[in-house]
């Protein structure tokens, strides 16, 4: 992969039923895989779609933070709210869920986001170490508040990012 800087690959659920049923494709397994070969030859960041009744048992969710957290505990995770759309029609995610999701994988994961959802909290990021807001999220507005270089202001914490950091208000 020498050309290739970041992935963002999406784990559907965590579970070989969910790929059986409803991906046709390769398993949980496969992904899974992928996932591990990439990270050490390139940023990796990870999505996960939470359906509602599929993929959104605490359960599912803690055995995927935990997976992800034996990794790399700094492995950036996104976690998307479903909304029904072409064959799909579950109601969307309820906001509790997400919630939900947000606060188990925020016990072993440095940096959790919450997409498809209007939070800003839960979309910024903050430092692992003493969690001050390190960076602003509206929409697509990205704003830099508290770092400094590649490190938090307020407590010094080296911020794995990539990629050019811009001056305070220009991410």
């Not at 947000?102 to 959790?112: F, H, Q, R, T």
């Not at 170490?129 to 960076?135: A, F, G, K, M, P």
Request: with cysteine.
């Amino acid at each position: 992969m020498p050309f290739i800087q970041a992935m963002n690959i999406d784990v559907k659920a965590f579970s070989e039923d969910f790929y059986r049923r409803h991906c046709r494709g390769r398993g949980l397994k496969e992904v899974l895989r992928t996932v591990e070969l990439a990270l050490p030859r390139c940023h990796v960041e990870l999505t996960y779609l939470i359906i509602t009744t599929l993929n959104d048992s605490p359960a599912e969710i803690r055995d995927f933070v935990g997976w992800v957290a034996s990794l790399d505990r700094e492995i950036p995770v996104h976690f998307s709210r479903y909304f029904p759309s072409y064959r799909m029609d579950l109601p969307p995610t309820p906001l509790k869920t997400m919630q939900q999701a947000w606060e188990i994988a925020g016990e072993k994961l440095s940096y959790v986001y919450l997409g498809n959802i209007a939070d800003a909290e839960r979309s910024n990021t903050y430092c692992p170490s003493c969690r001050q807001l390190l960076i602003s999220r509206r929409g697509y507005r990205i704003k830099n508040v508290g770092l400094e270089g590649r490190a938090c202001k307020k407590c010094g914490h080296t911020i794995r990012l990539t990629g050019h950091i811009y001056g305070k208000n220009d991410l």
